[in-house]
């Protein structure tokens, strides 16, 4: 089975630009996570889905980020306008919905702001 | 607060020595905890979930414990083998649909 997948694996922007990471999660899962990982802060939640909706959004920074999932199989997440402080590595994960689920992690945006 | 605790300094040991880990919590009451390895440029991979009610769990050289009354998980690797070393991060759901919170990880180094 293919696991889930992350684009672009890098991204390098100037800040003021927009930024669009996108994840397809395992084919059969219907929850979806968005992380964000830094030295500083560790693996934070930004955002999670089940069934295409959004549940909690509480970790999303400010209104600067977006996240949306038009179909079970597509999620992007948006950052406008990027700031350098968004430089961190962007994590997409997918788990079945049930409690006690383990989440199935893509390989990550490493996204640098100049 | 709520707090999830792991050592931030690495870890490092002599292969064949056992490596234990350890998660502390705090104003968490965990129905489960999960252990995840992360290798660098990689994701977190899943490894073990241990419940609230069982106090061990294993899977070939590995071991987890879930003691809730010190609030405490401990990670066993046996036999450890330079292919360990990696970043190791324990996870709690706190009671809030299947989200999971995050410690910030113990990096273990295994010496041939």
């Known amino acids: 089975d293919a696991g889930v997948i992350q684009s672009p694996r890098h991204e390098v922007t100037e800040m003021g630009q927009e930024v669009t990471l996108r994840c397809k999660p395992i084919?059969?899962?219907?929850?979806l996570f968005w992380y964000r990982q830094t030295m500083m802060r560790g693996l934070e939640l930004l955002i999670y889905?089940?069934?295409?909706?959004?549940?909690?959004d509480s970790g999303m920074p400010e209104d600067r980020f977006s996240a949306k999932m038009p179909n079970a199989s597509f999620s992007t997440l948006k950052i406008q306008p990027s700031e350098p402080r968004d430089s961190a590595v962007y994590f997409c994960?997918?788990?079945?919905?049930?409690?006690?689920?383990?989440?199935?992690f893509g390989d990550g945006t490493r996204l640098s702001i100049l | 607060s709520q707090k999830i605790e792991q050592n931030s300094e690495a870890l490092n040991i002599q292969e064949g020595k056992t490596a234990t880990l350890t998660c502390n919590y705090t104003?968490?009451?965990?129905?489960?905890l999960q252990w995840y390895r992360q290798d660098p440029g990689r994701g977190p991979v899943f490894l073990l979930l241990?419940?609230?009610?069982?106090k061990e769990k294993r899977k070939e050289r590995l071991k987890v414990t879930f003691d809730t009354t010190l609030k405490q998980s401990l990670f066993h690797i046996t036999a450890s083998q330079p292919a360990d070393s990696a970043t190791y991060l324990c996870?709690?759901?706190?009671?809030?649909?299947?989200?999971?919170?995050f410690g910030g990880g113990t990096r273990l180094m295994v010496k041939p």
């Open positions: 994960a997918s788990s079945r919905e049930q409690k006690n689920q383990p989440q199935h």
């Open positions: 084919s059969g899962h219907n929850s």
């Open positions: 889905f089940n069934n295409n909706v959004p549940i909690d």
């Open positions: 104003n968490y009451s965990p129905a489960y």
């Open positions: 241990i419940r609230e009610n069982e």
């Open positions: 996870a709690l759901d706190n009671n809030a649909g299947n989200m999971l919170t």
